[in-house]
Every structure is written in structure tokens, then in C-alpha cells.
């Protein structure tokens, strides 16, 4: 019943959600750069990342304009970080949502060039003229996805990978590598949400506590549904991690714990906002159960 | 005599963004990330796009944190850039203001996550918490450097670059390419500056078209540089363009009709200023001759 009215609304928003970046992913940038960009972000993904955005807005009353324009911020960003992290310089991946990866469609320069203008996309997304959102959300808005996405978070997160291949890292190296590396760029994303609207601070430290095991808990699934599905499954790769020889959840603890730490972080999650007085949480509480019960 | 003042003027402005960008380039990005980005950003560069920043910011009378910030936030993208663009799937630049360039001391892929994390922070530096600048100004400053860096901008004029090797293009289509790809953030620094202040329509005009011709100045003598300079002046690989056989002022032009194109466009720049009601304006005019007159 619940399930149902989740359901309901996340169609609902996942369709608003891509007619907005079909209007706002350029098709005339030159050169092929907007068909490239178009190619990276239109018609794929789970689209987590903005629902968790207009979720948290929504248990916030949070401005809906703003909400659905951070919701599309973030998924510019998540998606420039898969393109730029299939190249060859980096996982070197062919595959990706089912499809060729963008650099073996266009070439690598393009991809790596469609990544570059989908980051600045991402913050000409969040500031839009003539008052469609105020400035101060504007401005608070570009910070956190900055901060996420800079090098204290995505692409720091992305630099102890790169540096890790090999390595053997214990459970509280790997959680800081994907605490910056995934989590940040989720937790931001509730975050982003709650700054759509007006949250007293324990609300606040209630949505970031849910953003951050949220956030690990997506690693962990990750990391388990590698080793446990098919390619066709997961329209990416599976069992790369593990030819890469990268560190995961799996590698480090067993599958077993894994499974135990993905509901323990899905039990937290939904505790954070259980504990809070926040209302209409019932989306945030869905999405977490959907985070670690995902099948790909 | 004004030569002097610009020069104790500039001297002072370089010493503060040098410290701004030590200050704000971060030391501890994990993984060697923070030592990438501080070799691609520290102690080089003419720091032009800052010069422009801060002379249209006097201009103006505009706040100082948000000038500085500004300042910092151009050269961070225009880094960036050039990080992004002597990778080997790009022009495949080993030499950059005289030192080896950063996928050559650090790698392929940490050179592109540092670009990644560099566009990012140059959003970081214009959202500072707690005040320091005014909040509707931080969402001006991100809007203007989101746009001149992104599809329709620098990665719009690079996609172009990329397509038009052993092209022939008309000196419209060249300067098409050019407006973009350094013309944006060169005029979007004179017009970030700007914004700092308070400007009158007429005022914002005068400024958007100076910044206009100096950013078309700026390339048409680089172009210039790139066939009458050696490696050794210009600190990165001279005769690179002809080389690549990319379509640059000088071969569409010819160097005696280039020539005349800078001056021309320094003449603009210049009248643009000069036709306005701005004061403090001295600095701005000795960066039009800079621009043109600068060998390297």
C-alpha cells in the first residue's frame, strides 16, 4: 500500500525529472559535445541521486522549482563522474547502463570534454535568471554540490581508488575512500533537498545522518551485487572490482558481513529520520530499503 | 608614470591572489589529488583572467572578498583547463609554463581528476559560508564562470578545437571557435569583476565589450606567439598549432593581417572603456596593451 503511493510519486518525479534534463542538457553545444552530453545523461540510470533530492524536499515542504533543479544538478554530476570514470586512463569500461560508454561512441577527448561541460552544467542548472529560484538557495545550493563533488568528496574520493588498486585496505580505509567517493554526492543530495525548504537543526543533522549511511550503503550493495550478478543485470560490468583487484566490501569483509552492513546502514538510515519530528518521510524511508534491496 | 602605478597596482593584486589560491588550493585533497592541483595552479601563469577581475572590481568600486574570490575562481577554471587540454587524448602537451605538465609529473589520470576537482573548487572559493560575501552575489559570480566554462563556452570552443584539426575555416568560423573556447572566460572575468560593484546598464554593456575584444585580442596574439617565439619564451611548445595543423589567426590571416587584427581589437577595447562613464578605469586600459603587447 505504501510501496504503492511510493511507486506513484517516484513516477511521477522520475518523469519530471527527465523532461527537465532533456530541456536543459544542450542539443546545440557544438561539435557533437551536446549529442555526447545528451547521450551521457538522457534515457539511463536509476536516477537515486534526484529522488533522494526531491524526497528530502518534500519532507521539508522545500521550494519546487529549486528542488527539481538541484535534483537534475546532482545527476549532472553523478553522471560526468561515470563518464570521466570509464575512460581509458581510468576503469577503462566499454559498457555502461547497457550501452557503449560514451568515449567508446565519440572518442575519449569528447567524453572527457562532455564531462567537463556537464560539471559546469550542473551549476548553470542551479542558477537560473529572473528569480526562479532565490539567490540565497542559489548560492547554498552550488556549495554543497561543490563541496561534494571537489576534492574532499567525489573526485578526492576517486583519487584514493586510483591510488588503492592492489592495496589491501581495512574497513575504515574503504569506508572513507566511498564515504567521499559515492557518499558524499548522495548525502549532498539530501542535503540539497532539506536546503530547498526550512529545517530546524536537529531535522538537519536527522537528513544528513539518513544521507550518510545512505550513502554507504549504496557502496556496499554495489560492491556485492559485483560479485553476485550478471552483466546483462547490472548494464555495467559485473566482477570488474575484482579482476581490477580494487579493495571492496566483499574483498575486505565476506559477502556474508556485507549483507550484514548493508542492513545495518539501511537500519540506520531509516532510524535518523524515524527519530526526528520530520514529516512526509515516507518516501525517504522507501528509498532506503530500495538502496539495499536493488538488484542492480 | 601610469605605467607604474598599473605595475605597483598589479604587483600588489598578484601577491593577493597568489596567497588567496595558496590559502585555498587544498594541501590535504587525499591520495596526492591536493598535490596535482597546487602544481597545476601555483607559481605560474600570467594570472591575466585575475588582473581582469580585480581592475574591473576597482571599476567599480566592487567588495573586495568577492573580487578576490572571483579572481581566484577564474584562474582555477582557466587551470583547469589547460590541465585538461595538454592531456595525450587532447593536444598532447608535455610542457606548460615551462615545467613538465601535470599528467607528465603526476599521470593521466590524476591530471584529469585534478581538473575535475579544480572546476569544482572554483565553485567552493565563490560559496564561501558564514557571510563573507553577499549570498546573491555568490549565486551571480557561480552563474557567470558556470556559463563561460560550460557547453556553450570554453568546453564548447574546445569541442570545436578538437573537430576543426585539418579544417579550413573562415576567419567567422575561427573567431566562433575562439569567442568560446578563451573568449568566454576572458570577458566572463572582466564582467565577474563587475558584478562585484554596482554598474548601470550602460556601464555592464561598455565592460561586456571590452571584455569581448580583449578576449578575441588575446588569442589572435597568441597565435602570433605560437609562430614568431621559441619554446624557451613562451614556455610551452612553440609552432604547436602549425604542427597539429590546427587552423590558428596567423594561418587564416596571415601575420601581417593579425597583427592589424589585435590592434584593432586593442582599439576597441580601449574605446569601449573610454566611451563610458566609468572611472578608475587606467588599469583595465594598460591590460588591453598588455594583452596585444606581451611576448610571451
Known amino acids: 500500500m505504501k510501496r504503492d503511493a511510493f511507486d506513484t510519486w517516484s513516477l511521477d518525479e522520475l518523469d519530471a525529472v527527465e523532461s527537465a534534463l ?27 541521486r534526484p529522488l533522494l533530492v526531491l524526497a ?25 563522474s561515470l563518464v570521466h570514470d570509464d575512460l581509458p586512463c581510468m576503469d577503462n569500461d566499454v559498457l555502461r547502463r547497457g550501452k557503449p ?13 562532455a564531462g567537463d561541460a556537464m560539471q559546469a552544467l550542473a551549476f548553470e542548472v542551479l542558477t537560473p535568471a529572473l528569480g526562479a529560484v532565490d539567490a540565497a538557495l542559489q548560492a547554498r545550493l552550488c ?16 583519487a584514493i581508488d586510483l591510488a588503492s588498486v592492489g592495496l589491501t585496505l581495512d574497513e575504515h580505509a574503504l569506508s572513507d575512500m566511498h564515504r567521499r567517493k559515492t557518499g558524499a554526492l548522495l548525502q549532498a543530495s539530501v542535503l540539497m533537498g532539506a536546503a530547498c525548504g526550512t529545517t530546524t537543526p536537529a531535522q538537519w543533522q536527522a537528513l544528513a545522518a539518513y544521507g550518510q549511511a545512505i550513502g554507504l550503503a549504496f557502496q556496499v550493495v554495489d560492491d556485492i551485487l559485483d560479485v553476485t550478478q550478471a552483466s546483462a543485470t547490472l548494464g555495467k560490468t559485473a566482477g570488474k572490482d575484482l579482476d581490477d583487484n580494487k579493495p571492496t566490501y566483499v574483498s575486505v569483509l565476506g559477502l556474508d558481513a556485507a549483507r550484514r552492513r548493508a542492513d545495518e546502514l539501511r537500519f540506520a538510515a531509516r532510524a535518523a529520520i524515524a527519530a526526528s519530528d520530520l514529516v512526509h518521510t515516507q518516501n525517504l524511508l522507501v528509498l532506503a530499503d530500495r538502496v539495499v534491496d536493488r538488484e542492480s
Open 22 to 48: 532533456d530541456a536543459w542538457v544542450p542539443v546545440d553545444a557544438p561539435s557533437g559535445l551536446g549529442e555526447a552530453m545528451r547521450y551521457a545523461v538522457l534515457d539511463g540510470g536509476k536516477r537515486l
Open 143 to 158: 556549495g554543497l554540490l561543490a563541496r561534494a563533488a571537489g576534492g574532499a568528496g567525489m573526485a578526492g574520493g576517486q
Open 101 to 113: 560508454t560514451v568515449h567508446v561512441r565519440f572518442g575519449v577527448a569528447q567524453a572527457m570534454l
Open 56 to 80: 528530502a524536499a518534500r519532507a521539508v515542504r522545500g521550494a519546487r522549482e529549486a528542488a527539481l533543479r538541484a535534483a537534475c544538478a546532482v545527476e549532472l554530476i553523478h553522471a560526468y
